[in-house]
């Protein structure tokens, strides 16, 4: 059964800086993709998928609306997953989910189709 769990949410000012941690366990597979999705408050808004990357480590990419501010890593080792973001702006405020890489079905994000799902952990930017 594959689990991802999200960790080190929480609420910061515009200009601080968050990590986002994911613990990945259950993918049958060892060469993967694994991302980060967010979704803001609203009605209608779906997941924007934020940043991807291979579970060599390469195939790295992150979405222009982030670009510069935020960076995907992982430590292949102990299964994780990162996000850190910096320069963080009020319009960054949205719940965050880790998602791994699912051949068969689900979101589609940057050429990747993504279906496996944390709970998410929540990320609030005030200015």
């Known amino acids: 059964q594959v689990q991802l769990v999200e960790s080190g949410g929480g609420s910061v000012q515009a200009g601080g800086s968050l990590r986002l941690s994911c613990k990945v366990s259950g993918l049958t597979s060892d060469s993967n993709y694994l991302a980060w999705f967010r979704q803001a408050p609203g009605h209608g808004r779906g997941r924007e998928g934020v940043?991807?990357?291979?579970?060599?480590?390469?195939?790295?990419w992150t979405a222009d609306s982030v670009r510069g501010r935020f960076a995907i890593s992982l430590n292949y080792r102990e299964k994780l997953v990162y996000l850190q973001m910096n320069n963080l702006i009020p319009g960054d405020t949205a719940i965050y989910y880790c998602?791994?890489?699912?051949?068969?079905?689900?979101?589609?994000?940057?050429?990747?189709?993504?279906?496996?799902w944390g709970q998410g952990t929540q990320v609030t930017v005030s200015s």
């Open positions: 998602a791994a890489e699912n051949k068969n079905e689900g979101v589609w994000f940057n050429g990747i189709q993504f279906g496996y």
């Open positions: 940043a991807r990357i291979h579970s060599t480590g390469g195939g790295s």
